[in-house]
């Protein structure tokens, strides 16, 4: 060390050895992010501000036209295109996830009640559908609500959808494969939140209240809310970047913000237009994110929800 | 712990073998459309030149030009891409030109093959078959369809049947310019603008079940997902052959509007890695009965002259080779650039999005 | 009474949720012993499609992709994220809230938004430098960068569980650093240590979209070549290759049934 003068003290030392231990344990796993995530993150970030070029690629000079081009102006005037991918994707995933939430309550609730050394299974049996992988799964799906499979033949019995056509291709197919993809993300937490119930409460609660509903509401909504909270955070955020299914199950029908940003890329269209889709959906993100933290703060009673 | 030493050095092993492979000579990269290429062909050009041929496949053209942004342009050797989209892999630079010396059996190829109007002076493209964009449609469903487009984009001729779009822009486009009458190969403004509001109409249809690639749509068909759908007359033949139970009910037919012709041809990538291999393997496909092997084995028509003795005679007549009625109306795709080409992106993602 | 109703109907709603998460995948297994090609009718059992698939090299490597894959990011990403945890862990009292954001954001980040970025961004060092040439060498990039949260979040907690007085115990017992690193420290977060590898390997599997945007020419996945296969319309063969991976899957869930079993509660 080319320190000279004063000797250091034993406590600067220490502080040195904490501090490169710090470097040590830290460095290689944070400068891995910065490199492989936040420079391309940055990067991407820098092509939404260059003009496109005469086949999709980013050129020189820096400018805002990606941007106008993704609110819908373009050379032939203003068109409502993107503006519906864009309410579609908020739809699309603020029907699912509320789907899911309703599915999830009860049977996060149902695993806590049943017995003690049944749960692990119950959570396991929910949670191995998510193992394999989401192209499998929404394969699955294709099969299932193809044109002439039972579930079509039944809704076509029902008048629900018109003949000769599947439920699959179609923008409930998409709906339907989002829940499916979705729902262990949110029974988790939930169940979490469930297990940590003060019983005791709810009794009183139920005692007090004559009605199940306003016993529910007012002993048992409150202390899930935070693991209702995660929930939502895990479900709408990949939710609404979701890529595979609009694509396999939407039938060109479904198109989301990922397919819009994606094609950009995978169709060779205009990479500019999908780095500025990328930035929207990343605002969006924190919005959302944002938004679960304070109202987590807010009705959570001071109580940090996770993420 | 020693478990997980062994992962550790298995998988380390695995990364090191991963590097390396990519960097070994002796293989050929090949970027073609799926199902267009009969491995015995393979096999017999990996064992001339005692080499590997490693396949990768494309649906569409848009996604072929994507892969080759996105780094192929380094990592294939031989691409195929179809007439239109020849320019605009020359003017971006992603191929390069085709030393002719090195291929001997250029002169097989049929006259009106040697100087396309897409490549100039067939300089960087060697042409690998030809054929059409129809539409296939269930005999079953339509007893007596019309040689027409109304099949698809007429709610009163098709009322309750689902069918299916091209995921080509180019190619749904130029469908609803010819039933619009303004021609299959239409590139005017007005043309588009009336062709891509048909388009968001159809899409709307409760009948309408997406946007497929020209040979998932046959296996569509097949299942019965859709009753109409635009597809190419050898794949056609090609799965027909394969199961004739199911295609005895599907037929292939250019509308009278006019459709799409074109010809694949062989580029190679300005950066390919082995360019060496990538002529031979050009020079060897035009050879005169891999030629005709290739699309005996296809059932497209071969741009190439010396071939033709040796075709099936499946390949001598319609729907391969068109009537001459049929001839007269197909055209060539036209490759878009500047203005147009950004001009129609524009409508295309409108109709997709809509 | 109530009571009783509302549990009876809690059970069917159970089995009701159960039949809907296996549906699609039993409909994928029974459908890979179809002996037709239809997706509309059984007509008989048939192990034709898993005969198309012995001889197909393309499955057999992109299995082995996948594999390679899987493992060597999960022990690449155990390796940088355990450090990562007990860096937090030791230096919790500390200013840490950009660590903080930096291992949050690949969770956090979409799908899609992470795949084209890193792919823009490798396709552009690749044409500045040579290096990173999209294939499995990128993709295990990526997959190391969202796995790497995932196990210092896990191995952090684990470490957070801990009674504190067992670090200064095993610092009187083992005097190197070294020592107490391998007789001390991996022991204690051993049961962090496999649930977080099992998770990063899980994660790796289960991505397509990363994979999808930052694969080479020979380094498809089983994921990437089903998609392919969707792409392309051949079906009845995707079923079968979907059963191998499902049946994978089943596997590692009886295992982790039993694993978990023998662990004393």
Redesign the interface.
Request: hydrophobic share 50%; no cysteine; net charge neutral.
């Given at each position: 060390m080319a320190y000279t003068g004063v000797m250091p003290s034993a406590r600067s030392r220490a502080m040195v050895r904490?501090a490169r231990?710090?470097l040590?344990?830290?460095a290689?796993?944070?400068v891995?992010?910065?490199i492989?995530?936040?420079?391309?993150?940055a990067?991407?970030m820098g092509?939404a501000f260059m003009t496109?070029g005469?086949?999709?690629?980013p050129e020189m000079p820096l400018s805002l036209e990606s941007f106008k081009?993704l609110a819908g102006f373009?050379?032939?005037g203003w068109?409502p295109?993107?503006l519906?991918?864009l309410l579609r994707s908020l739809w699309q995933t603020a029907v699912s996830t509320g789907l899911v939430v309703l599915?999830a309550y009860?049977?996060a609730?149902?695993i806590t009640?049943c017995r003690e050394k049944w749960r692990?299974?119950?959570l396991?049996?929910?949670v191995?559908?998510?193992?394999?992988?989401?192209?499998?799964?929404t394969?699955?799906?294709?099969?299932?609500l193809?044109?002439?499979?039972p579930l079509s033949g039944l809704a076509e019995g029902l008048g629900l959808i018109?003949?000769?056509?599947?439920l699959y291709?179609s923008s409930f197919a998409v709906t339907l494969g989002l829940v499916?993809n979705f729902?262990p993300f949110m029974v988790l937490p939930l169940y979490a939140a469930f297990e940590k119930l003060d019983t005791a409460q709810v009794e009183a609660a139920q005692d007090l209240f004559a009605s199940?509903v306003r016993a529910f509401w007012h002993a048992v909504f409150p202390q899930t809310l935070p693991g209702l909270l995660a929930g939502i955070v895990l479900v709408a955020?990949?939710a609404?970047?979701m890529?595979?299914i609009p694509e396999?199950l939407?039938?060109?029908?479904g198109?989301m913000l990922?397919n819009?940003?994606?094609?950009q890329?995978?169709?060779?269209?205009?990479?500019p237009l999908?780095?500025a889709g990328?930035i929207l959906?990343?605002i969006a993100?924190f919005i959302g994110?944002f938004a679960m933290r304070r109202i987590g703060k807010r009705l959570g009673g001071g109580e940090e929800v996770v993420? | 712990m020693t478990n997980n030493k062994n992962i550790l050095a298995l998988s380390l092993g695995g990364l090191l073998l991963a590097g390396s492979v990519q960097a070994q000579e002796n293989k050929l990269y090949l970027f073609n459309w799926t199902e267009y290429m009969d491995p015995e062909i393979i096999a017999a050009f990996e064992e001339r030149y005692d080499v590997e041929v490693v396949q990768n496949y494309f649906n569409s053209l848009?996604?072929m030009?994507?892969k080759l942004?996105?780094g192929g342009v380094s990592q294939y050797d031989i691409i195929v891409p179809s007439n239109y989209y020849v320019p605009?892999l020359i003017?971006?630079g992603l191929v390069q030109k085709l030393d002719t010396s090195k291929l001997d059996n250029l002169d097989n190829v049929m006259e009106q093959f040697q100087d396309p109007a897409y490549g100039p002076g067939a300089e960087y493209t060697a042409p690998y078959q030809w054929g059409t964009t129809g539409l296939v449609y269930n005999t079953e469903t339509f007893p007596d369809a019309p040689k027409s487009w109304s099949l698809m984009f007429d709610p009163e001729v098709n009322p309750?049947?689902?069918f299916a779009?091209m995921g080509d822009g180019q190619v749904s486009m130029g469908g609803a310019c010819a039933y619009l009458g303004h021609g299959y190969d239409c590139t005017d403004m007005n043309a588009w603008?009336e062709a891509a509001r048909l388009l968001i109409e159809t899409?709307g249809r409760?009948?309408?079940?997406?946007?497929t690639d020209g040979t998932p749509a046959l296996q569509q068909l097949a299942?019965?997902?859709t009753?109409v759908g635009l597809s190419y007359n050898g794949d056609y033949l090609f799965f027909k052959e394969e199961d004739p139970d199911t295609f005895a009910t599907l037929d292939f037919m250019i509308p009278d509007e006019g459709a799409e012709m074109w010809v694949d041809s062989m580029l190679i990538p300005a950066e390919a890695p082995n360019p060496d291999m990538a002529h031979k393997f050009i020079d060897f496909i035009l050879e005169a009965e891999v030629g005709a092997q290739l699309s005996n084995y296809n059932y497209y028509a071969s741009p190439n002259a010396a071939a033709t003795p040796y075709l099936d005679e499946v390949l001598t007549k319609p729907p391969v080779q068109p009537s001459e009625a049929d001839m007269e109306r197909l055209r060539f795709t036209p490759s878009l650039?500047?203005?147009a080409?950004?001009?129609f992106?524009?409508?295309w993602?409108?109709v997709?999005?809509? | 009474m109530?009571k009783r109703t509302?549990?009876r109907g809690?059970?069917a709603?159970?089995w009701f949720?159960?039949a809907?998460?296996?549906?699609?995948?039993a409909?994928?297994v029974l459908?890979s012993f179809n002996a037709a090609n239809s997706?509309?009718?059984f007509t008989g059992v048939s192990l034709r499609w898993y005969h198309q698939l012995m001889g197909n090299e393309e499955i057999l490597s992109a299995f082995a992709n996948s594999l390679v894959l899987a493992i060597t990011s999960s022990v690449m990403a155990l390796g940088?994220?355990c450090?990562?945890g007990?860096?937090?862990y030791?230096?919790r009292h500390?200013k840490l809230g950009w660590?903080i954001v930096?291992?949050?954001?690949?969770?956090?980040?979409?799908?899609?938004?992470?795949g084209?970025?890193?792919?823009?961004?490798?396709v552009?060092i690749h044409r500045l430098t040579g290096l990173l040439q999209p294939g499995l060498g990128t993709m295990i990039?990526?997959h190391?960068?969202f796995q790497?949260?995932f196990v210092?979040l896990i191995v952090y907690s684990r470490f957070v569980g801990l009674d504190p007085t067992l670090f200064e115990a095993a610092k009187d017992l083992y005097a190197s650093p070294l020592k107490r690193v391998v007789h001390f420290m991996l022991p204690t977060i051993k049961p962090a240590l496999i649930s977080a590898f099992f998770l990063s390997f899980?994660l790796s599997?289960?991505?397509?979209?990363i994979s999808f945007?930052t694969a080479g020419p020979e380094s498809a996945t089983?994921?990437i070549y089903?998609?392919g296969a969707?792409k392309k319309g051949v079906?009845p063969e995707?079923?079968a290759i979907?059963t191998l991976?499902?049946g994978a899957?089943?596997i590692?869930?009886i295992m982790?049934?039993l694993f978990?079993r023998r662990r004393p509660a």
């Open positions: 904490e231990h710090l040590f344990t830290v290689p796993g944070a891995w992010i910065v492989f995530l936040v420079l391309p993150g990067y991407l092509v496109n005469p086949y999709g690629l081009r373009g050379f032939l068109s295109g993107n519906y991918t599915v009860p049977i609730y149902y009640t692990p299974i119950m396991l049996l929910v191995v559908p998510s193992w394999t992988n989401q192209v499998i799964r394969f699955g799906w294709m099969n299932l193809a044109p002439g499979t018109a003949p000769n056509m599947g291709p499916y729902l199940p955020i990949p609404f970047g890529y595979v396999l939407g039938g060109g029908k198109m990922g819009l940003v994606a094609t890329f995978s169709g060779g269209a205009n990479w999908g780095a990328a959906m990343l993100t994110l993420i | 848009p996604e030009f994507a942004n996105a605009r003017q971006t309750e049947h689902p779009l603008k899409k409760e009948t309408f079940s997406g946007f299942r019965g997902v009753h650039e500047g203005d080409l950004q001009t992106q524009q409508l993602s409108e997709q999005s809509r | 109530r509302l549990q809690l059970t709603f159970w949720t159960l809907f998460l296996y549906l699609p995948l409909v994928v459908f997706a509309a009718s940088i994220g450090l990562i007990y860096g937090m030791r230096h500390r660590l930096l291992i949050y954001l690949p969770i956090v980040l979409p799908d899609i938004v992470f084209i970025s890193e792919m823009a961004f490798f552009q990039i990526a190391v960068t790497i949260p210092a899980t599997v289960d991505d397509f979209v945007f089983l994921p089903i998609w969707i079906s995707i079923n979907a991976m499902i899957v089943a590692a869930a982790s049934l978990s």
